[in-house]
């Protein structure tokens, strides 16, 4: 089979690194791609929102099968667009889409289904947000509506601090066209763990259970980032737990989207809170997470491609997904300054002894003549496998200890959840 991956990211590395494994793969492209993905695919420099090029591009290659991992072009239809040439993809239509591309229209859906999630309100007028505000306790939680990249959501300690948001996101519109309408909802409290899980649209499986870490300083400090780690799997997140995100939020979800004609195929991820009083969905993604990816893949033991086609086929009944009982973690590498300003372009070196069980996946990284110089605001993503988390996470620090570029800048603490429940 020809296979193409649209992205160009650590997870993007982390799909094409999997799908590689797959007997039945002879050849994939990758679109953009980037520093590392261009040592297992060709990597082709199309624009990602030129959606017609890309279906052409697949035409003319006689793609088989093609795997989306951003969701922009998810948002703006590219699997509407491939399937209408009658090529075969993997991932949500443009409908679908919208469970990550507009949080009101997934707070519709999870109100109208009965899925656990905070109580909100969500609003196109800036002064009913205001008096909406006025009548909540706090912390307030303020989200743009539309998609902006992991950074339109606001967690404000005052009523001030969060009417100054609602003001930010709709007429200073610091968030465009995403902050036209708002979500403001109740704040929870607890850990976060990330379920991604495989959809055809009628049958939902869930993969292993992770946990990002979204802030940029260690002890969960700093602004937001896409990510700087993740590990996997998550020890509180027992069974129990996994029957009842299965029976109060993955299988509703996807019967409820199917109610509403427009049934989910794809990976459908579900940002939980493990609060008090039970399991609340943050958010949902349209896509495999970043990091996530990175520590779920390597975990996976059946074909990649085996179970996209199922999804695409519908019969994801039939399949039986196999794990490894080991642990993955992921330390994010990041350049100097994310997620604010940074600089690109450093050479970047890698002297890491051959190893198994580590993996570097590249991020924001591109080939530069002989060299692989940064290129992005997370640059690698070093996942390690072992017995425990511990050797998981050693293996990964161990061999950042052998990869340098200038103003380079990891967590030294992922996991650390996870590592404090273990002395208990
Ligand atoms: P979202 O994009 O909706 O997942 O929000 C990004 C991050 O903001 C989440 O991963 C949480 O850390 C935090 N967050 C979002 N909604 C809430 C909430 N209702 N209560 C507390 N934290 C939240
Ligand atoms: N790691 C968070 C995300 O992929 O949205």
Redesign the pocket.
């Known amino acids: 089979m020809k296979i193409l991956v649209i992205g160009g990211g650590g997870r993007e590395h982390a799909l094409v690194w999997k799908i590689k494994q797959s007997p039945k793969v002879e050849k994939i492209y990758c679109i953009p791609g980037n520093g590392g993905i261009a040592e297992i695919a060709d990597c082709i420099p199309l624009p990602l929102d030129d959606l017609e090029s890309l279906a052409q591009f697949a035409f003319e290659k006689e793609i088989d099968l093609t795997v989306v991992g951003p969701e922009i072009p998810l948002s703006r239809g590219i699997v509407d667009v491939f399937m209408e040439k009658g090529l075969r993809i993997f991932g949500p239509t443009k409908a679908a889409a919208e469970i990550e591309g507009s949080?009101v229209f997934a707070k519709e859906i999870m109100n109208r289904y009965h899925i656990p999630t905070?109580a909100s309100g969500s609003f196109e007028d800036e002064q009913d947000a205001v008096n909406f505000i006025e009548a909540m306790d706090t912390p307030i939680?303020v989200?743009a509506d539309g998609l902006a990249a992991?950074k339109g959501?606001i967690?404000a300690q005052t009523k001030e601090e969060a009417k100054d948001a609602v003001h930010v996101m709709m007429a200073e519109k610091a968030f465009g066209d995403a902050g036209t309408c708002v979500l403001i909802?109740?704040?929870?409290e607890g850990e976060?763990v990330s379920i991604l899980a495989f959809s055809d649209g009628k049958t939902v499986v869930p993969m292993v259970p992770s946990q990002d870490h979204?802030r940029i300083f260690e002890g969960d400090e700093g602004p937001?980032t896409g990510g700087m780690g993740a590990y996997s799997p998550v020890s509180i997140f027992m069974p129990d737990l996994q029957d009842e995100v299965m029976r109060q939020v993955l299988q509703p979800t996807v019967d409820g989207m199917a109610k509403e004609g427009m049934p989910y195929k794809g990976v459908l991820y579900a940002?939980l809170?493990l609060t008090a009083t039970g399991i609340k969905v943050?958010?949902f993604n349209a896509r495999f997470g970043d990091p996530e990816t990175q520590v779920v893949l390597p975990r996976l033991q059946t074909d990649l491609i085996d179970i996209m086609e199922a999804v695409i086929d519908q019969r994801l009944d039939q399949m039986t997904i196999e794990w490894t009982s080991n642990h993955a973690a992921v330390v994010v590498v990041s350049s100097g300054g994310y997620p604010g300003k940074y600089v690109k372009g450093k050479v970047i070196t890698f002297n890491q002894p051959q190893d198994e069980e580590v993996i570097v996946f590249h991020a924001g990284t591109k080939k530069d003549g002989q060299d692989i110089v940064t290129y992005g605001g997370r640059v690698l993503g070093v996942t390690g496998i072992g017995e425990t988390l511990q050797d998981a996470l050693h293996k990964a620090y161990k061999a950042i200890e052998h990869i340098k570029f200038e103003d380079m800048f990891y967590r030294r603490d992922i996991g650390h959840r996870e590592l404090a429940r273990k002395k208990d």
């Open positions: 949080k905070a939680v989200k992991g959501v967690i909802e109740e704040f929870l976060e979204k937001n940002g809170m943050l958010e």
